[in-house]
């Protein structure tokens, strides 16, 4: 466990951020090489696709992101207050909530 309150907060904010934007450069590697290879291989039906469908991907990815960034506030509070008990409830709604989510109807 990392006590960010103490030391340098530029050294905090750049330890953060960096596992984030190593995340959305792979991300975007990702989606590169895809619409490559179903491009080259596949053809261009294909191609258009997985085009329409990036933007709808993406948007599902960054309500998951936000929902995350939201149950991390929650579960800092609880952190910084030392409220242990409040901390560990806060975490188990929040992985029950993940777990559940993509079985619930459509």
């Not at 989606?31 to 491009?39: E, K, L, R």
């Not at 709808?56 to 990815?61: D, E, Q, R, S, T």
């Not at 929650?74 to 207050?81: C, L, T």
């Amino acid at each position: 466990m990392r006590d960010m309150t103490q030391g340098s907060a530029l050294r905090h904010l750049y330890r953060y951020a960096l596992p984030l934007l190593l995340g959305n450069w792979f991300q975007m590697g990702y989606n590169a090489v895809d619409s490559i290879i179903v491009g080259r291989f596949i053809g261009k039906d294909a191609l258009a696709a997985v085009g329409i469908a990036s933007p709808v991907m993406n948007l599902i990815i960054l309500a998951i992101t936000g929902l995350c960034l939201g149950a991390g506030v929650v579960m800092s509070e609880f952190f910084g207050a030392k409220d242990w008990k409040s901390l560990r409830m806060q975490f188990a709604t929040t992985m029950l909530s993940g777990a559940i989510t993509p079985y619930l109807p459509h």
